[in-house]
């Protein structure tokens, strides 16, 4: 693969927790092949995690606090990319939250509380982010957010995120209309399960990640970081400018799964 793939590509990347986060794969890769990035955080806590990571790839001055529930903010980190570069090619989202209290048990018992604010931050984020930046987005340029299958089917404890999972898809079609007079391409990525901070957050979630590794058709080759972040490069880069409004699995084929063979049962 070229190693210039993304030369004079700028994008802003949304959501890295710390180096185990699937946005930090894709942002090292997107690095990796020439781009230049810019990242956000959320308070002091995630600034503290977050520098290290952004000075390992020369980009310390380009961080922006922000709290995606905040407008002001938002316009601000709008404000810093446009006076910095003018336009940008990419987004990167991957920003979902939940009370992990909630994370726990039936679905039905979630709170009207819980499941308004984390349908705003896990999905209607995703609509507004894409609302404020699309006016120095650059014709062609490609939106990714992060998604997973509890989308589409039901996972243990994953409750109210599952739903909010599904709204970010549905949003996903719906923006790749709205964006595609300009060519602006924007899908998202469902990852497998994977070791990450958000992850640890659903409860028993070790043994949902035993029970994917166990009955993924991939079974001996373990997906990691650079796995997710190959597959984000391709759907940032040119090289899927035929691609919108699609979810791509990155998962070793676990979502083709209906029932594991009964042997291993």
Known sequence: MNDQIMKGKRGLIMGVANDHSLAWGIANKLHQNGADLAFTYQGETFKKRVEPLADSINCIDNLIDCDVLNENELVDAFNFI????????????????????????????????????????????????????????NDNGSVLTLTYGGSERVIPNYNVMG????????????????????????????????????????????????????????????????????????????LSRGVTGEIHYVDQGYNVIGMPKTDDL
């Open 82 to 137: 446009k006076n910095k570069w003018g336009q940008i090619d990419f987004i990167v989202h991957s920003i979902a939250h939940s009370d992990k209290n909630e994370l726990n048990g039936k679905y039905i018992n979630t709170s009207r509380e819980n499941f308004l604010k984390t349908l705003e931050i896990s999905c209607f984020s995703l609509t507004n982010i894409t609302k404020i930046f699309e006016p120095i987005m």
């Open 163 to 238: 739903v909010a999972k599904a709204a970010l898809e549905s949003s996903v079609r719906y923006l790749a209309v709205d964006l595609g007079e300009r060519g602006i391409r924007i899908n998202a990525l469902s990852a497998g399960m994977m070791r990450t901070l958000a992850g640890s957050a659903v409860k028993n979630a070790r043994s949902m990640f035993k029970f994917a590794e166990k009955h993924k058709p991939l079974k001996d080759i373990p997906l990691n970081l650079d796995d997710i972040g190959s597959s984000g490069l391709y759907l940032i880069s040119d």
